[in-house]
């Protein structure tokens, strides 16, 4: 199956820094990639998707102004979650979707903030 | 409203024994169905769908799932479970064909 791929795997940051995660598709173009965060024990929650070139939709509740997302390739999503405070701790997951129905997970990024 | 229910929060079986892990559903149209597994501190691996066609879908892993449009209803099944099946499996429906609605997710653990 197709491949994503996330950076960095773990972070750890201090309150008030910014932090940023890379989502690349890496055998497939992916004219949409979604962002999703999970909190232990609990079930995904789609943050926003985003189209490459576009702005991303976000869902309710998430601030766009902090968490900032960007598509610039069809290859390539960030996700920087600004001046981030413990409350943002958390396992991001992207996830990418090419032409087929399905999408593909990369392997999450497990953010700790102090 | 759109949702995924799987009812189980944990299901636990012996290993070479059959298990099925419980999804229903609730979307509107005609439904994409999906099944991921989780292990821990990974992202999510794609098992199987359902777009159209046979209601039985054979996916990766020897696992495979029976859509059930009456009851609607897309359990997951196994005819021999495994002790490396044990980990979080997600039921997921698209709705909007865009947004991944997905279940609470259920624990399958398997004893030795």
């Known amino acids: 199956g197709a491949v994503v791929s996330q950076h960095p795997s773990r972070v750890i940051c201090k309150s008030g820094t910014s932090v940023k995660i890379e989502c690349r598709s890496l055998?497939?173009?992916?004219?949409?990639m979604f962002w999703y965060r999970q909190f232990p024990k609990q079930s995904l929650m789609l943050m926003a998707t985003s189209n490459e070139g576009s702005k991303a939709t976000y869902e309710q509740g998430v601030e766009k102004d902090k968490f900032l997302i960007n598509h610039a390739s069809l290859t390539l999503s960030t996700l920087t979650v600004t001046s981030a405070h413990p409350e943002d701790s958390s396992f991001y997951i992207c996830s990418a979707r090419g032409l087929a129905s399905e999408q593909f997970f990369g392997p999450g990024t497990r953010l700790t903030v102090l | 409203a759109q949702s995924v229910a799987q009812p189980e929060d944990q299901v636990n079986v012996a290993e070479g024994n059959p298990l099925t892990v419980k999804c229903t559903y609730s979307v509107s149209g005609n439904p994409y169905l999906f099944w991921y597994v989780q292990y821990p501190n990974r992202g999510l691996q794609f098992l199987l769908k359902y777009i159209t066609g046979d209601n039985l879908v054979k996916g990766s892993y020897g696992f495979e799932a029976e859509f059930n449009k009456s009851q609607t209803s897309f359990h997951l099944k196994k005819p021999s479970a495994l002790v490396s099946d044990s980990a979080l499996y997600f039921c997921a429906a698209y709705y909007n064909t865009d947004k991944l609605i997905f279940g609470t997710g259920t624990r399958l653990q398997v004893f030795p």
């Open positions: 055998d497939f173009q992916a004219t949409t």
